[in-house]
């Protein structure tokens, strides 16, 4: 039996810590590495996202490239550590989007 596969999405930071733009190139070799674990992922247009850091309680307003990916939640943990670390980041955050998930593939 294999583990339940769920949609999740994750958002994806735009700028490092420092204020400093994170290049295509940097972000293309997230994807690389994200499919490798899942099989792929859908990446969406940039959108403004707001939290606050609960350690510190300062407030963030950044952008932030919303990704969803349909994989188990222990290829959600590894994507999520592997995000964490790859953009340097205080926090990550990742989201069940569906707890169903269908793939339709064509009988070729």
């Not at 769920?6 to 958002?11: N, R, V």
């Not at 959108?47 to 407030?59: F, L, P």
């Not at 793939?103 to 070729?108: L, P, W």
């Given at each position: 039996?294999?583990?339940?596969?769920?949609?999740?999405?994750?958002?994806?930071?735009?700028?490092?810590n420092n204020g400093k733009p994170v290049r295509t190139k940097?972000?293309?070799?997230?994807?690389?590495?994200?499919?490798?674990?899942?099989?792929?992922?859908?990446?969406?247009?940039?959108?403004?996202?707001?939290?606050?850091?609960?350690?510190?309680?300062?407030?963030?307003?950044?952008?932030?490239?919303?990704?969803?990916?349909?994989?188990?939640?222990?290829?959600?943990?590894?994507?999520?550590?592997?995000?964490?670390?790859?953009?340097?980041?205080?926090?990550?955050?990742?989201?069940?989007?569906?707890?169903?998930?269908?793939?339709?593939?064509?009988?070729?």
């Amino acid at each position: 039996m294999t583990d339940k596969i769920y949609l999740w999405e994750i958002k994806v930071p735009c700028y490092y810590n420092n204020g400093k733009p994170v290049r295509t190139k940097h972000h293309q070799e997230w994807d690389k590495v994200v499919k490798k674990i899942a099989g792929g992922l859908t990446i969406y247009k940039p959108a403004w996202g707001k939290w606050v850091d609960s350690k510190t309680n300062i407030g963030y307003d950044e952008r932030m490239i919303p990704v969803q990916i349909a994989c188990t939640e222990k290829q959600m943990d590894q994507i999520g550590q592997f995000t964490l670390d790859h953009y340097k980041q205080i926090e990550i955050m990742a989201h069940v989007v569906s707890e169903k998930v269908k793939f339709y593939k064509s009988n070729d």
